[in-house]
C-alpha cells in the first residue's frame, strides 16, 4: 500500500505530510498522537473548578476578539460548550493564533483554568482543533490528537482525516513482528499489529499506555541489541590483555606508599577494573567521579596493575597543561617505585623526543603520559597494555573506538569529572562499564557556597582582599554574553582593568578564549606558580587543572551559567588545606529559574544531585550541549522518564547475545532483517563499521 492509495490523499496532501516527514505508510502509522481526548480528561465546562488546575475541556468557539490596548493589548477565543463558556487568552502570539481559528470551530483548550470576576479562563492553553461536526457532549470514544502544523491547516489535513486514514491502513495492513514471542510473553507487550490499533484506536486509557511501551521498548531493544552486539564482536575478535599478577608494585605501592586510607568509592572503582583486566576480555569502563574524588588514585592502581604484568600505560589528557601535570603527579605518588615514566609533549627538542620515543619503543618507558597524540600519532609502544584518558568528554566515541582497535588491543580507562545522571550515560557511553565513585575523600572541607547581589561587590572585594594577603588565591569568571566572544571579552576585559586597580597589591591576569593557546599556558602556569594571585578569566579555564591554593571562585552573572557549568567550575578550588568559598554574584533581575540554580548550588556540592536537577530543567539535548554529542535520537522514548525501559531492554538484548548471537534460530528471524540494516547505520555513525 503507498500513500496514494489513500482517499483524499492527493499531490498537495502528500506534499504536505511529506514536510512533516511522512512518506510512506509505515510512516504514516508511526505518527504519534500527541494526547488523547477522552469522557474522562475532558471536562464539562461548568465543572472546571477554576483553581488553577490543569483540564481539557471542548467547545465551540463562540467570539474571537481583540481586547485591551498598547501594553495590555490581548486576544481572546470564547468557548462554549452544553454547560458554559470559557475565555482563552493570549497576552502574546495573538495574532498568529488569531489567523488560524475561526468562529464556529470545535476545539479544545488544554490548561490551568482560573476564575477572573465572571470568566473562567485559561492563559496560553494549548488549542487542538478537533473535526466540525464532532458531537461535543458525547464524546464517547477516546480520540487522539494528532500534531497539526501551518501545512496541515492550509490542505485541510483534519484530525478526523488522519484517524480515518489510520482506520484504512490498519484494515489492510498487518506489519510484521520481528521481537521474539518470548521476548513479548516475557515483559507483557502487545504484539505490533495490535500495538498500531490499540495506539490509534484505543478502547481504554490503559490500552494506548501500553501501546506507546511497546513501540518504546522496540525503538530501545534495537538500540541496546546494536550496543552488545559491538561489545561482543569486539570480545570475539580481540582477547585483552591479561593481568594476572598482582605483583610487587601494586603490593608496594597500597600497602607502603600510599598516604592515605582508599575511600569506598576508590575500592569499589578499583575492583571492576581489577575484574576486567583479569577476564581475558579487553576492558572499556568509565569511571565517573565528581572533581577531587580522587580518580588519579585509581589510575595509578590500574597503571601498576599493567606494569606488575610487564606492559606499559599510557596516560592521556586533553590539554599539554593538563598532561605535565598529570607527570608530576604521577612522578611524586610512584617515586618511591622504580618506575620509568616520561612526558611527551608538542614543545619538546627534537633531540629529548627521539630519546622519549626509542624508550616507548624499546620498552624502557613503563608509562607515558601526554596528549591523545601520544596514542594517535606515529608513536610505537613496545607492549602498551593500558590506556588511561582523563577528562574523557573532549573524546568522541570514534577516539575510544580507534584505541580499543589498535596494535595490541590494550585495556582502556576513562576518566570524567562530569557527572552525568545514569539515564543518561546508558545511552551516551552506552560502550562503555561505568564505575561510579561516590563522596569525596574524609578529612576535606567542603566548598562554602554563598549567593550575592551585585551591590554586595564592595564587601566581596574587602573578602577576597584578606583571603589573597592569607596566600590565598583567587578566580574571578566572566560569562559568555549571548555566545558572542568579542562582547565576552569586553565584559572580561572591563573587570580585568577594574580589578587591577583594586587589587594593585597583588598580581591580576587575564585569560580568554581568543588568545594562543601558548599564551593561555604562559597565563595559567604563573597562575599554579602563584606569580598571579587574582586570575581574571571567561569560562575557558581549563577543565582539570589542580592549583590546590586557589580557594576563592567568584562567579559574575552567576545566574546566566548553567547549573553543570557552575559546578564544574566550583571545582576549580577546594583542592588543598584551605577552606575554599564559592560567591555566586547575581543581577538585579534573575528569572525563576536562575534563582532555582543559585539555591541548588549553595543547597549541595553532590555533583550528581546538581546534573540530575539540570537534566531536569533542559532536557537532555541541552543538557549535554551539542546535537553532535554522540548522543542518540529516539523517536518515541525519552530516556530521562523511559529508563525503566531503557534497563529491560538491555536484559533482554544481552539475553539474545548469549544464546545466539548470530541471529540464526527460528524466532530471531524477522528480528535480524529489522536489526541488521539498524545496526550497519549505527556502526557507520560511530566510526566503527
Ligand atoms: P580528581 O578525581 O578530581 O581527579 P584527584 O585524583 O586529583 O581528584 O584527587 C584530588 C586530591 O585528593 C589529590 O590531592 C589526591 O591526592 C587526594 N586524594 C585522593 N584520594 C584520597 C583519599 N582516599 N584520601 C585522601 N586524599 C585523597
Ligand atoms: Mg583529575
Given at each position: 500500500m503507498n500513500l496514494s492509495d489513500l482517499p483524499k490523499l492527493g499531490n498537495k496532501r502528500i506534499k504536505a505530510l511529506s514536510e512533516s516527514g511522512i512518506d510512506t505508510i509505515l510512516d504514516l502509522m508511526n505518527f504519534l498522537p500527541r494526547r488523547y481526548l477522552d469522557k474522562t480528561t475532558v471536562l464539562p465546562i461548568r465543572q472546571v473548578s477554576g483553581n488553577g488546575e490543569q483540564v481539557t475541556v471542548v467547545g465551540r468557539i463562540k467570539k474571537i476578539q481583540q481586547s485591551?490596548?498598547?501594553?495590555?493589548?490581548?486576544?481572546?477565543i470564547i468557548i462554549q460548550d452544553d454547560t458554559a463558556s470559557l475565555k482563552g487568552v493570549w497576552?502574546?502570539?495573538?495574532?498568529?493564533?488569531?489567523?488560524?481559528?475561526?468562529?464556529?470551530?470545535?476545539?479544545?483548550?488544554?490548561?490551568?483554568?482560573?476564575?477572573?470576576?465572571?470568566?473562567?479562563?485559561?492563559?496560553?492553553?494549548?488549542?487542538?482543533?478537533?473535526?466540525?461536526?464532532?458531537?461535543?457532549?458525547?464524546?464517547?470514544?477516546?480520540?487522539?490528537?494528532?500534531?497539526?502544523?501551518?501545512?496541515?491547516?492550509?490542505?485541510?489535513?483534519?484530525?478526523?482525516?488522519?484517524?480515518?486514514?489510520?482506520?484504512?491502513?490498519?484494515?489492510?495492513?498487518?506489519?510484521?513482528?520481528f521481537l521474539p514471542p518470548y521476548i513479548l510473553s516475557e515483559y507483557d507487550l502487545p504484539k505490533r499489529h495490535l500495538a498500531y490499533r490499540m495506539m490509534h484506536f484505543p478502547q481504554s486509557k490503559s490500552e494506548y499506555k501500553k501501546a506507546f511501551i511497546r513501540f518504546k521498548f522496540e525503538e530501545l531493544f534495537l538500540f541496546e541489541l546494536s550496543v552488545a552486539k559491538t561489545k561482543h564482536e569486539v570480545i570475539e575478535q580481540h582477547q585483552g590483555p591479561v593481568f594476572n599478577n598482582l605483583g610487587n608494585y601494586t603490593k608496594q605501592f597500597f600497602n607502603k606508599n600510599l598516604p592515605f586510607e582508599l575511600t569506598e568509592g576508590q575500592k569499589s572503582a578499583l575492583s571492576d577494573i581489577k575484574k576486567?583486566?583479569?577476564?581475558?576480555?579487553?576492558?572499556?569502563?568509565?569511571?565517573?567521579?565528581?572533581?577531587?574524588?580522587?580518580?588519579?588514585?585509581?589510575?595509578?592502581?590500574?597503571?601498576?596493575?599493567?606494569?606488575?604484568?610487564?606492559?606499559?600505560?599510557?596516560?592521556?589528557?586533553?590539554?599539554?597543561?593538563?598532561?605535565?601535570?598529570?607527570?608530576?603527579?604521577?612522578?611524586?605518588?610512584?617515586?618511591?617505585?622504580?618506575?620509568?615514566?616520561?612526558?611527551?609533549?608538542?614543545?619538546?627538542?627534537p633531540t629529548l623526543r627521539t630519546d622519549i620515543l626509542t624508550d616507548i619503543e624499546g620498552g624502557n618507558c613503563d608509562i607515558a603520559v601526554g596528549t591523545h597524540a601520544i596514542i594517535q600519532e606515529e608513536v610505537n609502544f613496545y607492549r602498551l597494555g593500558l590506556a588511561v584518558i582523563d577528562e574523557q568528554?573532549?573524546?568522541?566515541?570514534?577516539?575510544?573506538?580507534?584505541i580499543l582497535t589498535k596494535g595490541s588491543h590494550p585495556h582502556v580507562l576513562v576518566m570524567s569529572a562530569t557527572p552525568i545522571p545514569r539515564s543518561l550515560a546508558m545511552t551516551l557511553y552506552s560502550d562503555l562499564d561505568i564505575s561510579v565513585i561516590k563522596g569525596l575523600p574524609g578529612g576535606r572541607k567542603p566548598v562554602?557556597?554563598?549567593?550575592?547581589?551585585q551591590k554586595k561587590q564592595a564587601d566581596i572585594y574587602r573578602f577576597v582582599e584578606e583571603e589573597l594577603a592569607a596566600g590565598g588565591q583567587a578566580y574571578v569568571v566572566y560569562p559568555l554574553v549571548e555566545e558572542s566572544e568579542k562582547m565576552d571579552l569586553k565584559d572580561a576585559t572591563a573587570g580585568f582593568e577594574k580589578l587591577k586597580k583594586r587589587f594593585s597589591d597583588f598580581e591580576v591576569g587575564l585569560l580568554h578564549g581568543q588568545m594562543k593557546?601558548?599564551?593561555?599556558?604562559?597565563?595559567?602556569?604563573?597562575?599554579?606558580?602563584?606569580?598571579?594571585?587574582?586570575?581574571?578569566?571567561?569560562?575557558?579555564?581549563?577543565?582539570?587543572?589542580?592549583?590546590?591554593?586557589?580557594?576563592?571562585?567568584?562567579?559574575?552573572?552567576?545566574?546566566?551559567?548553567?547549573?553543570?557549568?557552575?559546578?564544574?567550575?566550583?571545582?576549580?578550588?577546594?583542592?588543598?588545606?584551605?577552606?575554599?568559598?564559592?560567591?555566586?554574584?547575581?543581577?538585579?533581575?534573575?528569572?525563576?529559574?536562575?534563582?532555582?540554580?543559585?539555591?541548588?548550588?549553595?543547597?549541595?556540592?553532590?555533583?550528581?544531585?546538581?546534573?540530575?536537577?539540570?537534566?531536569?530543567?533542559?532536557?537532555?539535548?541541552?543538557?549535554?550541549?551539542?546535537?553532535?554529542?554522540?548522543?542518540?535520537?529516539?523517536?518515541?522514548?525519552?530516556?530521562?522518564?523511559?529508563?525503566?525501559?531503557?534497563?529491560?531492554?538491555?536484559?533482554?538484548?544481552?539475553?539474545?547475545?548469549?544464546?545466539?548471537?548470530?541471529?540464526?534460530?527460528?524466532?530471531h528471524q524477522e528480528l535480524k532483517k529489522v536489526f541488521l540494516p539498524y545496526f550497519k547505520e549505527r556502526s557507520k555513525f560511530y566510526g566503527m563499521g
Open positions: 485591551g490596548y498598547g501594553r495590555k493589548k490581548r486576544l481572546e497576552f502574546k502570539g495573538g495574532y498568529y493564533i488569531k489567523k488560524q481559528f475561526s468562529e464556529g470551530e470545535v476545539v479544545a483548550f488544554f490548561g490551568k483554568a482560573k476564575q477572573y470576576g465572571r470568566y473562567l479562563s485559561m492563559a496560553h492553553p494549548e488549542v487542538d482543533k478537533l473535526d466540525d461536526k464532532s458531537d461535543i457532549s458525547d464524546l464517547k470514544k477516546i480520540v487522539p490528537i494528532y500534531p497539526s502544523n501551518n501545512a496541515f491547516s492550509k490542505h485541510r489535513i483534519t484530525n478526523k482525516l488522519i484517524h480515518s486514514w489510520q482506520k484504512q491502513i490498519l484494515q489492510k495492513e498487518k506489519p510484521p513482528e576486567d583486566v583479569r577476564s581475558g576480555k579487553q576492558m572499556n569502563r568509565l569511571v565517573q567521579g565528581d572533581v577531587g574524588s580522587g580518580k588519579t588514585i585509581v589510575a595509578i592502581g590500574a597503571i601498576l596493575m599493567a606494569l606488575d604484568n610487564d606492559f606499559q600505560a599510557a596516560f592521556m589528557a586533553p590539554t599539554e597543561i593538563l598532561a605535565e601535570q598529570h607527570f608530576r603527579t604521577l612522578s611524586s605518588f610512584l617515586d618511591p617505585l622504580d618506575i620509568n615514566i616520561r612526558l611527551l609533549v608538542g614543545n619538546q627538542k568528554h573532549r573524546f568522541g566515541v570514534k577516539q575510544r573506538a580507534e562554602k557556597t554563598a549567593v550575592r547581589p593557546s601558548e599564551e593561555k599556558d604562559a597565563i595559567m602556569q604563573k597562575f599554579i606558580e602563584n606569580k598571579i594571585q587574582l586570575l581574571v578569566s571567561t569560562t575557558v579555564i581549563e577543565v582539570g587543572v589542580d592549583v590546590p591554593n586557589a580557594s576563592i571562585m567568584i562567579v559574575e552573572h552567576a545566574e546566566r551559567f548553567g547549573l553543570s557549568q557552575l559546578h564544574q567550575l566550583r571545582g576549580r578550588i577546594g583542592r588543598g588545606k584551605r577552606q575554599s568559598y564559592c560567591i555566586l554574584i547575581h543581577g538585579q533581575k534573575v528569572s525563576k529559574e536562575g534563582q532555582f540554580r543559585l539555591r541548588k548550588m549553595a543547597q549541595t556540592n553532590d555533583g550528581f544531585e546538581i546534573a540530575e536537577a539540570d537534566l531536569k530543567l533542559r532536557g537532555p539535548g541541552d543538557f549535554l550541549g551539542t546535537k553532535q554529542s554522540g548522543m542518540p535520537e529516539f523517536r518515541v522514548a525519552d530516556i530521562v522518564e523511559d529508563q525503566w525501559i531503557l534497563e529491560q531492554t538491555k536484559s533482554a538484548a544481552w539475553e539474545i547475545m548469549d544464546k545466539d548471537p548470530h541471529f540464526e534460530e527460528p524466532p
